[in-house]
């Protein structure tokens, strides 16, 4: 099959190749993960901390000071099993490509996370061993499963005072619904965390407590309590194997000897196929436990070609499927998933390569533009580091540098083959703000800066308010909008001023409506003429705008269509009831006159915006507002207090959890009162509470809040 598959000169054939992104909640331990794989597998030769700002993922200034992750990052490592614990079939001795994207856990990034699962061919989730579940980690999970992910689990901080493994793996049945088993189960944990137990080879891994990195362990026989456990955990193992593999199946059921390499097997086809998720239970900062999940990354997550083959429509005809097969010698096909702008190098375009082969010079078709670009220079990345290869083969992950014309979502393909895959789909930013220059100069710089930072990342946007002539920039949260300003002075040079967050509200309809306006404009000379009738009606939530042209009989001549469309567009930037733009709503084109001498597109265009007006006033417009899913941490004893003041804010109480001695309380809340709530939270609880959100949905505004905001608005 290889060689069928390969092409003769790429270092690594697919088959040995992992695509695999790590995430899971803020602070659960993603980076320092990935910093310990890099640290095993020989990338890096000192490990880095996050807290001391020397992780090696997290490179930008903003990273380091905040000791979070802000942009993904993507690496590339190599992983050679040794003889003793190879189970991928002839995987031991051999070395293994693993290209691993390091993602954002904080719910402001969220787009960093869902542009690199749709990538990706594997995932490792890390939950924390004393927190379990947490809001991201459902988001993350939603995301995996959305794209059809395979994934590991890895129980991260089994050191901690207060880490449960079982607790763990039952919050992840009863929350994500996930067929999840353990196949190395911690020994102890806190302070005497030592090892693991290998529940699939009845072996221990205990690690040197005189070897502080962790390189040294040793594989020993287990004893009677840990054979215990590990056998009943095996069992488990077993009968859900058979439940959801044939092969394994037959033999449970015929009584054969199943053998690890069986049951390896099994569980491989079961990971990949999404009915199995293996357990893997360790300390990323204590330095146990790491290589085994390197090891069960090999065995159980898929290479490229072990995953459905990349389908996408045919660019003239929707209704047509093409496949992209992993294959080097198949037609060219990539998706650019992720724009970014480097101070060394200009503007790069990560592509994950599904088929074929890309090399410098090449010429490549954008789907969505129709136009060709050609392949000035091809860098692997390695963090913020650049190292440039002469060719990008199938299942790999590289970066283009400098073509002009390429969004997030793009498909490039060889010319011939007119495939357009699927893009990552992102949310609708839920808060705003004004920004101005701070002078003349930067004044100069700002919009070049800001429109770049939006090229990057698809859930900033920037606009401009016609009536105030203010720049608006809009994103995903407070901290979201704080980046980009701290990344305009420090990579542009650009100081801003910068005005009071704003929600970002939206406009809606609640019923079907028509509109008609004819625009008669006659002062001497050539007048204007335009007529326009249309209909519009409420679409459901999340589906956008849509619109259709029922014009028939030449009512409307085919030359201004377009100036309709235009202005139909147009009208919905601002709507009726306090001008915020207008989402969810289907718009049809169905009729109309015009003037031999005096109609023209301008004359369309204003009939059809002023037709839109009359429609929506009509429709019973409503004004919505972002709903954020609020998860707060809390000591039981102040649960009543938190509940309280979450109610107060208009929330409504989703679900109170408690484990430990310490509740979670999962809300629905308005965004427009969450302000100020980090510091509200802590005075309510003496300092002792957490919280994150996520935006949820758009709900609309009650009436008795509308008021309100209508009295402030005139």
């Known amino acids: 099959m290889s060689g069928g598959l390969n092409h003769p000169d790429r270092a690594f054939p697919l088959e040995r190749t992992r695509n695999i992104g790590i995430a899971a909640h803020i602070d659960a331990g993603k980076t320092t993960l990935t910093e310990r794989i890099l640290f095993y597998t020989g990338s890096i030769h000192k490990i880095g901390e996050v807290h001391d700002g020397q992780a090696t993922t997290d490179w930008m200034e903003q990273e380091r000071a905040r000791g979070i992750t802000i942009t993904s990052a993507a690496v590339t490592c190599e992983w050679t099993q040794s003889e003793e614990v190879g189970v991928y079939k002839s995987a031991a001795g051999e070395r293994q490509r693993v290209n691993i994207i390091d993602t954002p856990g904080h719910v402001d990034f969220t787009a960093e996370v869902e542009r690199s699962l749709r990538v990706l061919d594997g995932a490792v989730v890390v939950f924390c061993g004393v927190a379990g579940v947490q809001p991201q980690s459902e988001t993350v999970w939603r995301q995996a499963s959305k794209y059809g992910v395979p994934r590991l689990i890895f129980v991260n901080k089994m050191d901690r005072v207060g880490a449960d493994f079982d ?104 990971t990949i196929a999404n009915t199995i998720v293996p357990v893997i239970g360790g300390s990323a900062f204590k330095n146990k436990g790491v290589q085994y999940l390197l090891d069960a990354v090999v065995d159980y997550l898929p290479s490229p070609v072990e995953i459905p083959a990349a389908k996408g429509m045919k660019q003239d005809d929707e209704s047509a499927i093409l496949e992209a097969p992993a294959d080097d010698k198949g037609k060219f096909c990539a998706l650019a998933f992720k724009l970014w702008s480097d101070k060394f190098v200009g503007k790069l375009v990560f592509i994950r390569v599904y088929s074929g082969t890309v090399s410098k010079g090449d010429k490549i078709f954008n789907s969505r533009t129709g136009r060709a670009e050609r392949v000035g220079r091809l860098i692997q990345i390695q963090s913020n580091d650049h190292k440039d290869i002469d060719t990008c083969y199938a299942g790999d992950i590289a970066a283009i540098v400098g073509p002009k014309n390429v969004r997030t979502g793009d498909t490039l393909h060889v010319e011939g083959f007119d495939i357009m895959l699927e893009p990552p789909a992102f949310p609708e930013p839920v808060i705003s703000m004004a920004v101005e220059p701070k002078t003349t100069a930067d004044s100069d710089k700002l919009s070049e800066a800001l429109q770049r930072l939006a090229e990057e990342d698809p859930t900033f946007v920037v606009s401009a308010n016609e009536e105030t002539g203010q720049t608006l920039i809009a994103g995903m949260g407070e901290l979201h909008l704080e980046i980009i300003q701290s990344r305009l002075q420090s990579e542009f040079g650009v100081r801003t001023n910068a005005g009071k967050p704003q929600i970002a509200y939206r406009e809606a309809v609640s019923k079907t409506a028509h509109g008609e306006y004819k625009l008669i404009k006659q002062t001497g000379g050539k007048g204007q003429y335009g007529h326009v009738i249309l209909r519009l009606s409420p679409n459901e939530r999340g589906k956008g705008f849509t619109y259709a042209n029922l014009v028939t009989g030449g009512e409307i001549p085919k030359d201004f269509l377009g100036a309709c469309e235009t202005g139909i ?146």
Request: aromatic share 4%; no cysteine.
């Open 167 to 270: 607790a763990v793996i039952a919050d992840v049945r009863e929350k994500l619904g996930a067929n999840a088993h353990p196949v190395l189960i911690p020994i102890g944990s806190q302070d005497s965390l030592k090892g693991q137990i290998d529940v699939i080879n009845l072996k221990a891994v205990i690690y040197s407590d005189n070897d502080l990195l962790g390189s040294t362990y040793e594989v020993t026989e287990l004893t009677d309590d840990q054979l215990e456990l590990a056998q009943a955990a095996r069992q488990s193992l077993l009968e859900a194997l058979a439940d959801v593999d044939d092969e394994l199946g037959m033999m449970y059921l015929d009584e054969a000897d199943i053998l690890p390499s069986h049951i390896k097997a099994a569980l491989r086809r079961a």
């Open 569 to 714: 567009r147009e009208s919905l930037n601002n709507g009726v009831i306090l001008g915020y733009p207008v989402v969810d709503v289907h718009v049809d084109l169905i009729g109309g006159s015009s003037h031999d001498v005096d109609s023209n597109e301008q004359a369309f265009k204003i009939a059809a915006i002023l037709a839109m007006r009359e429609a929506l006033a009509a429709a019973g417009p409503m004004l919505l507002e972002p709903v954020m899913h609020v998860a707060v941490e809390v000591p039981d004893e102040y649960q009543g207090d938190i509940i309280g003041d979450l109610n107060r804010r208009r929330g409504r109480i989703a679900e109170v959890d408690s484990r430990a001695g310490l509740s979670q309380i999962k809300s629905e809340v308005p965004m427009a009162e969450m302000f100020g709530y980090a510091t509200d939270m802590r005075s309510l609880s003496k300092g002792r509470a957490s919280f994150s959100m996520e935006p949820l949905r758009f709900e609309e505004v009650p009436a008795a809040v509308l008021e309100r905001m209508t009295a402030q608005y005139v």
